[in-house]
């Protein structure tokens, strides 16, 4: 029941953005770390059967043998709009234009390869839930706040505001507004914080790096993100 209620309300933010899209083209989703694509086959099926659009998922996992799973109960459902890919999001290449790139608790830094795969093609929406963050944890051991990190139950929770607050702020400095939210509630998951953001432009590049060096100094943790994002410039 839990896992449903989060998939469920995930697909409500999904369609928030999909409902205003043309029906007249394709559309190309992107799902990274996608594990068992439970959220996958219930959007291409509310995509192809109820709201009947002209849609494709890229379903992106490193566990090969959940990827054939997947594919073949893709094929047994006809759901060939479908293709899984056994494969890091890092070395995945789509022709194209991709309309959105989602991750449902991509573990660590996979939520980070997922942004950048996201801004690397210009995707119109990014929409990801993080799971675990043991990259930032271990930065966040020697800080200022060990008064407060020391408790693990506000140690994970300052890990999760930190880590997403850094992302976000570097996904505006690439043209995107972010917004982060509770998706769900905690009875269902603490796993619930929602980043997602939208392809708009900026004028306050500046501005925003400014709050992102200051925040990191801060707190000194660097994202994964920001090095996937440097080695491309």
Do not use: W
């Amino acid at each position: 029941t839990c896992k449903i209620e989060q998939i469920i309300s995930y697909l409500e933010i999904i369609h928030a953005e999909i409902r205003h899209y043309s029906k007249k083209r394709e559309i190309v989703l992107v799902d990274s770390g996608a594990g068992n694509c439970y959220l996958s086959f219930l959007v291409y099926y509310y995509y192809t059967h109820i709201d009947c659009r002209n849609i494709s998922i890229h379903c992106v996992d490193i566990n090969t043998k959940l990827m054939e799973k997947c594919r073949q109960l893709a094929k047994d459902l006809e759901f060939t709009g479908m293709v899984f890919h056994a494969t890091d999001i890092n070395d995945l290449d789509l022709p194209g234009k991709v309309e959105m790139v989602y991750a449902l608790h991509a573990c660590d830094m996979a939520t980070d390869k997922t942004l950048y795969f996201g801004v690397k093609h210009e995707a119109a929406a990014i929409i990801s839930v993080s799971c675990c963050q043991h990259d930032v944890k271990k930065q966040l051991r020697n800080n200022r706040y060990s008064g407060i990190t020391k408790h693990s139950v506000y140690k994970d929770r300052f890990v999760y505001m930190v880590a997403d607050s850094l992302r976000g702020l570097l996904l505006e400095m690439s043209g995107y507004k972010v917004s982060i939210f509770d998706y769900v509630s905690t009875r269902y998951t603490d796993k619930n914080i929602m980043l997602r953001a939208k392809k708009s432009g900026t004028s306050k590049i500046s501005q925003i790096r400014e709050e992102y060096e200051k925040t990191k100094r801060e707190f000194q943790v660097t994202p994964k993100l920001e090095l996937l994002m440097g080695a491309s410039n």
